[in-house]
């Protein structure tokens, strides 16, 4: 009960100083964004370097930075209380609170305590995708209402306040979803959809519980977009875009970038056109070759993924570049020291209630159906990805299955974990059979990158200890 008031009373100050900042932005902008930065760095100053801090003090000093004028989009088109949202439930919540409990849970339990949990609230879906295995799955496995709130009401217990629905179509299901945002209005939802299923009165809906936010997945513009998911879709895709525009909602998006799409997906024309429609951020997945039939063509020449890796770091860089934010999920393992799942930072819970250590990983030792969250966290395959982590001194090569493939049969034979593949159960050593020769070639390229990127940190430090 103590640990309650304390928390609503810490909740309603970081509140109250949020309402200021945001109502001062229509007076100074930078002024008043200034304050959020340091209202920040008071209450997750220990998640970031202090150099980060001054670095975004400085952008939003200058009225004619990049950052500054990506500030100034979303301050124009996004909702005020989406905003107070995303800095009370994300920000506070989730980065704050969350993350503090959550480690002090790791501690008390013995087992990582993942800071998000993604879950699949269904495996059907609308469309039919090229190379995703969801697409295979058919539409008779769900997550009952009462199942995905017992799962949240386990997690807001150990601190995770931050979750992210994928699928099959997690839109599939947006009555619920609404019902859980409403219902856990603490904690921050995000969704990777094709959306092909928003429409207006789920815009309204989102705007009114303002704590959802969208990553609507496109690979392209119209032709290499509909050659995999479909003709039209990409019209459908714009139109969404265009009403999540209309009614000043935060929404990204969730590209998978291939051998085929990678530089058309980074191009200065794509960019603008996604950006001109209303997105602010945008999240990079490279290609993983999940499930018997998925082809290795599509996986990307190390030449490719080099590209990438400059390429992401260009757009989002303080100049140059474009007014969007960009994440490489592989590429930047750099700044989260390497493999993130098993619950070290997050977990997959698939339709069949199977508790992952990854979206990518379909391996498991737990299902939801049969005990609580807590023991599904610490099951074997989690305890060995909780030894085994980092999988590489490189963190150019976080994964222990694209990048360490012999890593990832160590660990599932070692616990026996079972396939959850929910078409045809994939062993192990045909996944990771799939990924040697990549690895293998991806490997002096990266050692080249993070020599190189370690050398740029040094001196970067040694300079900013000189500036002092």
């Known amino acids: 009960m103590i640990h309650s008031a304390v928390h609503k009373i810490e909740r309603k100050a970081f509140e109250v100083a949020i309402d200021a900042a945001i109502k001062y932005t229509n007076h100074d902008r930078a002024k008043a964004l200034t304050q959020i930065v340091d209202l920040t760095e008071k209450k997750l100053g220990d998640v970031w370097p202090p150099v980060a801090y001054e670095s975004l003090r400085g952008v939003f000093k200058d009225p004619n930075s990049k950052y500054m004028k990506y500030a100034n989009h979303l301050l124009d088109n996004t909702d005020p209380k989406l905003l107070k949202m995303a800095l009370l439930n994300l920000g506070y919540e989730a980065g704050f609170r969350g993350f503090h409990l959550t480690q002090e849970n790791a501690k008390k339990y013995g087992c990582n305590i993942p800071w998000v949990i993604l879950f699949d609230p269904t495996s059907a879906c609308n469309l039919h995708c090229t190379g995703c295995w969801a697409a295979e799955y058919g539409n008779k496995l769900n997550l009952s209402f009462d199942e995905m709130d017992s ?19 997690p839109l599939v299901r947006k009555d619920d979803v609404i019902r859980l945002c409403e219902k856990h209005n603490t904690s921050a939802f995000h969704c990777f ?37 479909g003709e039209g879709t990409f019209d459908k895709v714009m139109h969404a875009m265009d009403l999540l525009k209309k009614h000043k909602l935060l929404f990204g998006t969730s590209i998978c970038y291939t051998s085929k799409n990678y530089k058309t997906v980074t191009s ?5 056109m996604i950006i001109d429609k ?35 770091r260009e757009i989002r860089g303080f100049e140059g570049g474009k007014p969007i934010f960009a994440i ?34 379909h391996y498991s030792n737990a299902n939801i159906h049969d005990m609580s969250l807590i023991d599904c966290l610490r099951q074997p395959l989690f ?12 963190m150019l090569q976080p994964c222990p299955m694209l990048e360490n493939p012999e890593r990832l ?60």
């Not at 009165?201 to 995999?228: A, H, T, Y």
């Not at 026996?416 to 040697?436: M, Q, Y």
């Open 151 to 169: 799962l949240i009401t386990q997690g807001e217990e150990l601190g995770v306040h931050a979750y992210v629905l994928t699928g099959g179509e």
């Open 409 to 468: 049969q160590e660990l599932v034979n070692k616990v026996g974990a079972k396939s959850t593949d929910l078409t045809s159960f994939e062993s192990c050593e045909h996944l990771c059979g799939k990924c040697t020769k990549y690895a293998d070639d991806w490997a002096p390229v990266a050692d080249k990158l993070w020599t190189e990127s370690r050398k740029e940190k040094e001196e970067e430090k040694k300079q900013a200890e000189a500036e002092k």
């Open 328 to 361: 490489d999920f592989q590429n930047d393992g750099e700044f989260v020291h390497g493999c993130i799942a098993g619950g070290k930072y997050y977990c997959h819970i698939n339709p069949n209630g199977d508790v992952e250590p990854c979206v990518f990983i």
């Open 383 to 394: 305890k060995a990805y909780q030894e085994g982590q980092p999988f590489n001194d490189n």
């Open 278 to 312: 209303g997105v602010s951020y945008t999240w990079y997945f490279h290609y993983m070759p999940v499930g018997n039939d998925a082809s290795t063509d599509l996986l990307l020449t190390p030449e490719q993924r080099e590209y990438m890796y400059h390429r992401v």
């Open 268 to 272: 200065d024309e794509f960019l603008d």
């Open 193 to 229: 959809t094709n959306g092909t299923l928003i429409d207006d009165k789920f815009c309204e809906d989102m705007l009114r519980v303002g704590n959802f936010v969208p990553s609507i997945s496109i690979e392209g513009f119209k032709e290499e977009n509909d050659s995999r998911r």
